[in-house]
């Protein structure tokens, strides 16, 4: 974040004469073969050099790159756009002869200090990223930068040098021109006001978000007595910050390694950008901060990484990386959060030995076995994310982490049983989600105790007994933080605790798919705070619809499906005006629709099948237009669906069951009377004109797409998942994603 009024000198390198020449980190071994052939490059480079740079062959790239390259537009920190000439007029003010020199002299550089690959730089290879930088830097670029000369002459040009060349690389690798925003890069300036300051609604008038390249302190604050000063001339680069969803297209260029000083590289959630990381950023060794989260990048993690001992943060997360290095992250003693969860990374999970770490995602890769040893030293973890792998085994090396603040372990196949003395002095927990791992036991007392969970996932899995009635009883109403609930699809037995309305701040509560019994307590009506509530698939005596319901106007999502259910649907259901799933099927339900069903307007599911209800269906559900689910088969409707269909226009409806009438639009193959060898149209009792699915009357079995009515619902988006993240100063704050628990039970990206 920049502060437009912020006062400070932007850093100076104390030493101008820095020669490039340091021991940099390789860690590929250069076969003979290679070799040679880097050799035969050169020799042709020399060879062929001042014939090709003399000639007009310069000319014609220099023309043909000024085609290339249209003007491009800058969007300025007041938010108006000013057009400029990346390439300028072609003319830096020098003549064709100057000019020429220039190239052959940055040329002979490159090539000679190995800056980049001598492949890139060859005048055959003139629309390589490498060679299109080396033209624009020496023959266009208004800066007029020094070249500096290969026999080390001039070594007090040579990082100014390498500085702009290597960002206007980046700039070129990642298809820097079809940007949606240029951010400054390859403008006349100073390549520390290569960014863009983008205003928000949640920040000052005086403050923004950059967007670029920049020194420590913002450029843009320098006066113009500064800027006459040729303090740019010394200034260095620390922080690049790409500008996600920018269209960026390409590899990252091997030549970022140049930029020694670089403390922060962000390069994230460019969808095309693919390779693999390049070793030589293991050369970045004042870096603190590497995200590179949400491209397309594979092949290993570089073993070069071992030397940048001054990280804080990596964030490699949403690639496709296969590979990792223990020992070389072990060498990150600084490493604050590691983000590597959502690529392809096998085998067991590695042994890190981070005494600094407080976060740790390895989600959604392919490691398996148990959790190693080492992992019980990892003292200051606080948020850790294993889930959506293959491990197995116990759960206790994690009993010492006290530390633990969001744990997520869903998704595994461990093989644990859990009982009141598991994390029990885990009292800094936040977020628990054990959900589908295979645990067996009971649902421990004192998980209603810790004074911080928020979210509390224990679904799909083997657990048995009561719920602790009297811990949920003794929970102090007025503290108590819980807000996710999740417990569906296991085997708990007993009624709905008592007490249960002390859990005030709930706002999403399954315990479907169990087989717990009694009424369904009214205290869940003191509950006011409630958007989803599944208690369907239970051995309730429900009777009637509970008025208590009707008090729940937040409702988002509603499921009593299977619950034994009678009486008719009341007048009030209207009132629930939020719903947008509300499932009452198979139940007995009996009676006409209400209209006020019709004031339902954010619809998107409605599930009413396998009932008793009878009637037509009312003119009120022509306000629908929402809808995409209705099941009505298996009941006794008249009449017909014109409400229904009449209602969402020409948008067909994607789930609609019902019991058809053969003169409907729906053929007769598609209708369920071809069981048992019938083929002949069926009299049903209803006509449905866009119907997707018809069913011959009291045909249970018609509708058995389970997935369409799946008892986890369609709408609630589950919990918002914590991730770690570093503000510019370095602080560690925490941030959210969402986190949608019904996409991973369908198997969804």
């Known amino acids: ?118 492949i890139t730089l060859l005048p055959n290879n003139t629309m390589s990223p490498q060679y299109m930088a080396a033209i624009w830097i020496s023959s266009i670029d208004q800066h007029r930068i020094n070249i500096p000369k290969a026999d080390g002459t001039s070594s007090k040009d040579e990082y100014p040098f390498l500085q702009r060349y290597s960002l206007a690389v980046l700039f070129l690798s990642t298809g820097g021109m079809s940007w949606i925003y240029r951010l400054n890069f390859l403008s006349g300036t100073h390549e520390c006001a290569w960014f863009t300051v983008f205003r928000s609604d949640d920040l000052p008038p005086d403050q923004g978000y950059a967007m670029g390249a920049w020194c420590d302190k913002n450029p843009g604050t320098l006066t113009e007595r500064d800027q006459d000063d040729n303090l740019w001339e010394s200034a260095i680069v620390t922080d690049i910050h790409l500008l996600p969803n920018n269209n960026a297209v390409g590899r990252l260029p091997s030549e970022l390694r140049h930029l020694r000083y670089l403390k922060t590289l962000r390069i994230y959630e460019q969808a095309f950008i693919v390779g693999e990381i390049p070793s030589g950023y293991g050369d970045l060794r004042n870096l603190q901060i590497l995200d590179l989260e949400a491209n397309q990048l594979g092949g290993p993690i570089p073993s070069s990484f071992k030397f940048l001992n001054k990280m804080t943060l990596l964030n490699l997360r949403r690639n496709r990386l296969t590979g990792i290095s223990a020992d070389a992250i072990n060498q ?13 990374i096998p085998g067991k999970l590695p042994e890190f030995n981070l005494p600094n770490l407080y976060g740790l995602t390895l989600s959604d890769n392919a490691f398996t076995g148990q959790i190693p040893i080492s992992m019980a030293g990892l003292s200051n973890l606080e948020m850790l994310a294993l889930d959506h792998n293959k491990l197995t085994g116990s759960l206790d090396i994690l ?70 009635g009297p811990a949920i009883a003794s929970t102090n109403d007025t503290t108590t933080k819980l807000q ?31 087989k717990m019994i009694g009424s369904i307590n009214e205290e869940l009506g003191e509950l006011k705070g409630l958007e989803y509530l599944f208690l369907g698939n239970n051995d309730f005596s429900a009777g009637k619809l509970p008025a ?7 409702l988002e999502e509603l499921s009593l499906k299977n619950n034994n259910l009678s009486g ?8 629930l005006t939020r719903l947008v799933l509300l499932d009452l099927g198979e139940n007995f339900l009996n009676g006409t629709l209400p209209d006020s069903m019709g004031d339902l307007t954010k619809l998107w599911i409605l599930i009413l099948n396998s009932n008793n209800l009878r009637g037509s269906i009312p003119s009120s559900f022509r306000q629908l237009e929402y809808l995409e689910t209705l099941l009505i088969d298996d009941n006794s409707f008249k009449g017909n669906t014109a409400p229904v269909c009449e209602g969402r226009g020409m948008d ?60 986890e619902g369609h709408w609630q988006s589950g919990y918002e998942r914590v991730y770690w993240d570093f503000e510019e100063n370095g602080i560690v704050s925490e941030v959210t994603d969402a986190y949608d628990t019904l996409a991973q039970a369908w198997g969804l990206p």
């Open 1 to 118: 974040m920049m502060d437009d009024d912020e006062d400070g000198d932007t850093i100076i390198a104390d030493d101008l004469s820095i020669d490039g020449n340091e021991n940099s980190t390789t860690n590929n071994e250069i076969t003979s073969a290679e070799a040679a052939e880097r050799r035969y490059a050169k020799q042709r480079y020399r060879s062929w050099m001042s014939m090709l740079i003399i000639s007009t062959f310069v000319c014609s790239v220099l023309i043909a790159s000024v085609k290339f390259f249209a003007p491009g537009r800058f969007y300025s920190e007041e938010d108006t756009t000013t057009t400029y000439d990346i390439f300028g007029s072609g003319d830096n003010g020098m003549g064709d002869s100057a000019n020429q020199r220039r190239l052959e002299d940055a040329l002979d550089y490159l090539v000679t200090k190995e800056v980049s690959d001598v």
């Open 332 to 344: 990150m003693d600084k490493l604050a959060a590691l983000a590597l969860d959502s690529n392809m």
């Open 399 to 468: 009993e010492g982490m006290t530390h633990l603040t969001h744990v997520y372990l869903d998704n595994n196949k461990w093989d644990h049983e859990i009982n009141n003395g598991f994390f029990a002095e885990h009292d800094n927990i936040t977020h628990l989600d054990m959900s589908n791992c295979s645990i067996r036991g009971i649902v421990p007392d004192h998980f209603f105790k810790f004074p911080k969970l928020e979210v509390l996932d224990l679904s799909r899995n083997l657990l048995e007994g009561d719920l602790p």
């Open 484 to 514: 996710y609930l999740s417990l569906h699809s296991n085997n708990i037995t007993g009624p709905i605790p008592q007490g249960i309305s002390k859990l005030k701040s709930l706002k999403h509560l399954d315990l479907s798919v169990n």
């Open 548 to 554: 208590w319901l009707q008090n729940l106007t937040n």
């Open 568 to 575: 008719e649907i009341p007048e009030w259901i209207g009132e």
């Open 652 to 711: 067909r409806i994607t789930h609609f069951v019902s019991d058809c009438a053969s003169n409907s639009s729906v053929s007769a193959t598609a209708v369920s009377g071809s069981i048992g060898g019938w083929e002949d149209p069926v009299l049903a009792e209803i006509e449905c004109e866009c119907c997707t699915l018809c069913c011959l009357d009291e045909d249970i079995t018609c509708n058995d797409d389970e997935w369409i009515a799946h008892h």
